[in-house]
């Protein structure tokens, strides 16, 4: 399985952009790269997925690192709603099947 | 377009007892997917089901059963309830195709007394 480390905590302030890192050293080609957030009190919510190239949606964008061994989450202006858990998740199976969620990284946006 | 639902919202039961959770998936949605969330933990999978058979099983013992129906909704009973059952149980639909994403409900928070 391939395994992801990302900080337990990270701060930001408000209306700046936000960097999440995230290392999936031992993912295979195949994988699609995952994120989610959880705020609290919710389930998680889909943020963004990609699999070689750099992704953009509403929310955020992904950079994926050309060796895919990492990727980090760029939130562009973080406001006070985008605090939450961050995960960062290898979808092993290709369809979803079986998401291993870690522990996260907590973000806090300061005002 | 509908999201998931989930219910109850909040349930209590008693150890030994046995427990229903239900979910409705988004429409159009032919996969659905449990998780159980400890506190202060990230979810953990407990299997997931498409078209109406079970597609994947985490590391939950065979207590943990669920249902899909034809309507794609979904339940997940769980029996001889322990302690350690108490937790944040989310589902999860989806279509099933490479790279889709899941759409979580909020969840039926359990406690076990």
């Known amino acids: 399985d391939a395994k992801t480390t990302q900080p337990n905590s990270m701060e930001s302030n408000e209306e700046e952009p936000v960097h999440l890192p995230c290392n999936h050293s031992t993912i295979s080609g195949t994988d699609y790269i995952h994120w989610y957030r959880q705020l609290p009190s919710q389930g998680p919510e889909y943020v963004i997925h990609g699999l070689t190239s750099n992704v953009n949606n509403r929310m955020a964008s992904l950079a994926i690192a050309e060796d895919r061994k990492s990727s980090t989450l760029i939130l562009h202006r973080a406001t006070l709603r985008d605090a939450a858990v961050y995960y960062c998740?290898?979808?092993?199976?290709?369809?979803?099947?079986?998401?291993?969620f870690g522990s996260g990284t907590q973000l806090t946006v300061l005002p | 377009e509908t999201g998931v639902t989930q219910s109850p919202t909040h349930l209590i039961k008693t150890r030994g007892q046995q427990v229903t959770l239900r979910c409705s998936s988004q429409s159009g949605h032919n996969t659905v997917s449990w998780y159980q969330q400890a506190l202060g933990q990230g979810p953990q999978f407990i299997f997931q089901?498409?078209?109406?058979?079970?597609?994947g099983r985490g590391n939950f013992p065979p207590r943990f059963s669920g249902l899909q129906f034809p309507n794609y909704s979904s339940e997940l009973n769980v029996n001889a309830l322990e302690l350690d059952d108490s937790a944040l149980y989310l589902c999860?639909?989806?279509?099933?195709?490479?790279?889709?994403?899941?759409?979580f409900g909020n969840g039926t928070r359990l406690t076990v007394t």
């Open positions: 089901y498409y078209r109406e058979e079970e597609n």
């Open positions: 999860a639909s989806s279509l099933r195709a490479p790279g889709e994403a899941l759409h």
């Open positions: 998740i290898p979808d092993l199976s290709g369809s979803a099947r079986q998401l291993t």
